[in-house]
């Protein structure tokens, strides 16, 4: 399964990053639960995420004897624009104006990292322990 999700900022205006990865939305909220603190920036966050997974594919592909795969692809800065879009109108409006084809959108606030989506109606915490179902 892959998770296409987007992380905005909700403590500032105008920053956030998408990300493309394999695994489950679970693993990806609990990753972002366990990196946030209310001191770290979203640039902080975004570049621990990626050098976390990084590692992790490296790891997984010299265990496997592939090629590392492109990494770049996997995480995008996002435009103040598209932040506000997603903020405002969510992941319809997003694919709608921009073509950002997301399943959820995670929102790191002052008291926690929170998560909405397709499947996931209702803005909700992300727990310390997450299942495919939340």
Same mark, same amino acid.
Request: charged share 30%; proline share 4%.
């Given at each position: +399964?892959? @998770?296409? /999700? ?18 489950? !939305?679970?693993?990806?909220?609990? @990753? *972002? %639960?366990? *990196?946030?603190? #209310? ?7 975004? =570049?621990? *995420?990626?050098? +976390?997974?990084?590692?992790? @594919?490296?790891?997984? +592909? ?8 492109? +990494?770049? =692809? #996997?995480?995008?800065? *996002? ?8 903020? #405002? ?9 921009? %073509? ?20 996931? !109606?209702?803005? %909700? %915490?992300?727990? /310390? ?6």
């Amino acid at each position: +399964m892959s @998770t296409r /999700a987007v992380v905005i900022d909700s403590r500032v205006d105008g920053k956030g990053f998408w990300v493309y990865e394999d695994g489950y !939305p679970a693993d990806l909220g609990v @990753t *972002l %639960r366990n *990196l946030f603190s #209310k001191d770290k920036s979203i640039e902080q966050i975004f =570049n621990e *995420l990626v050098q +976390m997974r990084t590692e992790r @594919t490296r790891q997984i +592909m010299a265990r496997a004897g592939y090629p590392m795969p492109n +990494m770049n =692809n #996997k995480f995008r800065i *996002l435009t103040p624009e598209q932040v506000d879009v997603a903020k #405002k109108s969510g992941i319809e409006a997003l694919w709608d104006r921009f %073509r950002i084809g997301a399943q959820y959108i995670y929102r790191i606030r002052q008291d926690g990292v929170f998560v909405s989506g397709v499947e996931i !109606p209702k803005l %909700r %915490r992300v727990q /310390a322990r997450e299942t495919i179902r939340g």
